[in-house]
């Protein structure tokens, strides 16, 4: 059989696990808000958020329409079927964007801002790596101190 506690003693443990429990909900929050932002991601996966990207993009753009001259046969076959249509030069019917094609536009877009932002911070960081180092190591065309 189990010591039976004080109600004092059995309050304190139930306000020390209260608050651990807030820092607990409070940290996973935090460590959720911080994963699902879209910069950690391009941080955390740049090779594979550029991957995405360039398949996004793959899929985006239209593919290019072959035009082909058809001899009188093709095109006598292709009356008789209801699928010649003739549109005067210059003149092109609007086409209907779908949802899903505008979606992919502004998933594009903003990947595309997501990579060059990562690659202009990795630069950055990069230059001023370069910049920091004792001009002794810089070959003398490199220095930013004139001679």
Request: glycine residues 4%; hydrophobic residues 40%.
């Amino acid at each position: 059989m189990a010591p039976e506690l004080d109600p004092d003693e059995i309050r304190q443990r139930m306000r020390a696990l209260r608050n651990s429990l807030d820092f607990d909900v409070e940290r996973i929050t935090s460590s959720v808000r911080a994963k699902t932002d879209w910069r950690y991601i391009v941080r955390s996966h740049p090779w594979l958020t550029l991957a995405a990207a360039t398949a996004v993009g793959y899929l985006v753009v239209p593919r290019r329409v072959e035009k082909r001259v058809p001899d009188a046969d093709t095109l006598t076959q292709l009356a008789k079927e209801g699928k010649l249509v003739f549109a005067p030069q210059g003149i092109s019917r609007p086409q209907r964007d779908s949802w899903m094609s505008k979606l992919f536009a502004v998933a594009l877009a903003v990947g595309s801002r997501a990579a060059v932002t990562y690659a202009t911070n990795m630069l950055s960081q990069t230059f001023e790596k370069t910049s920091g180092q004792d001009s002794e190591q810089l070959p003398a065309y490199a220095s930013s101190q004139p001679k």
